[in-house]
């Protein structure tokens, strides 16, 4: 039922410094069933925030019993057999984790009933639960924003803003605000004290922290990684540096292991996951990526376990998607490998089917070749979209505007932008914003292994979620009618029969283009549909201008 500590997971043990008598063996263990749990369908406030409920009711998504906890009681059958230390637990896969100091003690839940599988996630020192850190002291200082053009107003950020067109979305007053972004990382030394996140603090809206390493609140050290991806998107220094989404409420939590990968990051990120789905984040964003782990006998097989749905990384990114969170992930760094062994292919979670997984380009929008390679095993495309990340342009740890390369950084920057997007649109859901965004970028058309879809224009996918048809009756605020839309064959446009005169029409692409233009003079008697052909266009997002002497009307067409 469960694997010996022996070989390479020895070796690890004794290169963290260990002695048999200090080691932790972090063991997951997985349960049946949910059978006479404490608790109930008709009372989840017990176990989901309020934040979490309205999610969920927006969206049309029932709680059920993968919502409910692990039942407690088998948690305390396990510690009270193996006498090992709780670390985390996982109701959406039914597991709990716990920390042994002689591998010996598993055997103690051998043929147990309740159990279902027992697996070796990680070997460690001492340190899981008792390392502690005293945080810096906040910054409140509040930065208003000034006046100028949009490259000085986002500073340092300006080209990577530009390039996906984002400023549109802030242009519209959409900057976050009233979305909850979830990010997962290494650590975030700095974020506390450095200027760049002053009014993060300040309005009060990091509304959760805690490191699921060593289970404990505090994330103000082990790296500044996550610092520099959080920057991408809170940063806000106006005239100098101005993130995605800068008035976004964020929670961030530490998954990874600093010193090494194993398994049991793995079961961290899903667990930082389920935290983010209870506390009613609508977003999570994840900078890391895995295919290779300290003992290679962990090693993820493409072919078998990259394919969308298998790792539990992928599944914790698809059950948060049922959830009715978006889930972004990084399409990882392995497009041009340096290192023996790496190889040009996507990393989990980013090969999940529900992921929005993003790649790196330049600053021209051509694909980094530090780019991680689609498909995932399964075929699907991967990576969606990508943004600026070769370079892009950060906040480190000490509080300076500098760049760095990778899709660390062009993941969260996505993230951001589509907190805004969605601010846009509340009633969206996290399948049509991953659309959304698809449908509108660069290469759409023609999807290539690196670019994915190409890179996106928020504009239009704001312009994409506001696609609606507009069937008959007609009516004054409805007096040209284009259906079917979404289209994929003929498009018939309809004029009230009560406009008469000369009315014009004209459909253009997203940048403007002129396509198609006529001229009709229209009366009661001969205000017949409109048969257009539309074989020529390519799937995409089109805009018809109706205007007649009194009147004018745009509606956003889809073909698809």
Request: charged letters at 15%.
């Amino acid at each position: 039922m469960c694997r010996s500590v022996t070989g390479v997971w020895l070796v690890i043990a004794l290169l963290l410094g260990d002695t048999a008598n200090a080691v932790q063996y972090a063991y997951q263990v997985t349960f049946t069933d949910k059978y006479n749990s404490p608790y109930s369908l008709g009372n989840p406030l017990i176990y989901l925030s309020s934040r979490s409920i309205a999610r969920r009711t927006l969206q049309g998504i029932s709680v059920d019993t993968t919502d409910f906890p692990v039942n407690p009681a088998y948690i305390d059958s396990v510690l009270s057999l193996t006498g090992g230390k709780f670390h985390e637990s996982s109701r959406w896969l039914n597991f709990c984790i716990v920390l042994l100091s002689d591998s010996s003690q598993i055997h103690t839940l051998d043929g147990k009933p309740f159990i279902s599988n027992i697996k070796l996630v990680g070997v460690y020192g001492t340190d899981l639960h008792r390392i502690s850190h005293t945080t810096g002291t906040q910054n409140s200082q509040l930065v208003k924003k000034t006046t100028g053009t949009d490259s000085d107003y986002y500073g340092n950020t300006w080209l990577q803003t530009n390039l996906v067109n984002g400023n549109y979305l802030h242009d519209q007053g959409y900057n976050g605000e009233g979305k909850l972004i979830a990010v997962l990382d290494e650590g975030f030394e700095g974020t506390d004290t450095i200027s760049g996140f002053s009014n993060l603090w300040s309005s009060g809206r990091v509304v959760d922290t805690f490191n699921f390493t060593y289970n404990n609140s505090n994330i103000f050290y082990q790296g500044s990684h996550g610092t520099e991806v959080l920057s991408t998107m809170a940063g806000y220094v106006p005239n100098t540096y101005v993130g995605s989404a800068p008035m976004a409420m964020y929670a961030l939590y530490i998954t990874e292991y600093y010193s090494g990968d194993q398994p049991l990051e793995l079961d961290n990120l899903l667990c930082a996951a389920e935290r983010a789905d209870s506390l009613g984040a609508d977003i999570i964003t994840i900078s890391l990526g895995y295919d290779l782990f300290d003992n290679p006998a962990d090693g993820l097989n493409f072919s078998t376990d990259l394919d969308g749905k298998t790792t539990i990384a992928a599944k914790a990114a698809n059950i948060a998607t049922t959830k009715g969170m978006l889930f972004v992930a990084t399409a990882g760094n392995d497009g041009s490998p340096q290192i023996p062994g790496w190889g040009n292919h996507i990393l989990t979670p980013g090969d999940a089917d529900s992921a929005l997984t993003i790649g790196a380009t330049d600053v021209t929008g051509n694909a980094a070749n530090i780019s991680g390679y689609g498909p995932n095993a399964a075929g699907q495309i991967k990576p969606d979209v990508c943004g600026m990340g070769a370079p892009a342009y950060i906040i480190n740890s000490s509080g300076i505007y500098t760049s760095g390369s990778g899709t660390s950084y062009s993941t969260p920057q996505i993230a951001g932008w589509a907190a805004c997007l969605w601010q846009a649109n509340p009633k969206a859901t996290p399948w049509q914003l991953r659309q959304a965004i698809i449908k509108c970028a660069s290469s759409y058309n023609t999807p290539g292994q690196q670019l994915g879809y190409g890179v996106p224009n928020f504009e239009c996918t704001e312009q994409v979620l506001n696609v609606k048809d507009t069937p008959p009756p007609f009516s004054p605020s409805n007096w040209v009618i284009a259906s079917p839309n979404p289209f994929t064959g003929n498009l018939v446009i309809s004029v009230s029969p009560n406009v008469e005169g000369n009315v014009d029409f004209r459909i253009t692409d997203m940048t403007g283009k002129l396509l198609s233009f006529w001229h009709l003079y229209l009366d009661k008697s001969n205000n017949k549909p409109i048969n257009l052909s539309t074989a020529q266009l390519p799937p995409g997002i089109y805009i018809l201008k109706v205007n007649s002497a009194t009147l004018q009307d745009v509606i956003k067409l889809e073909k698809r």
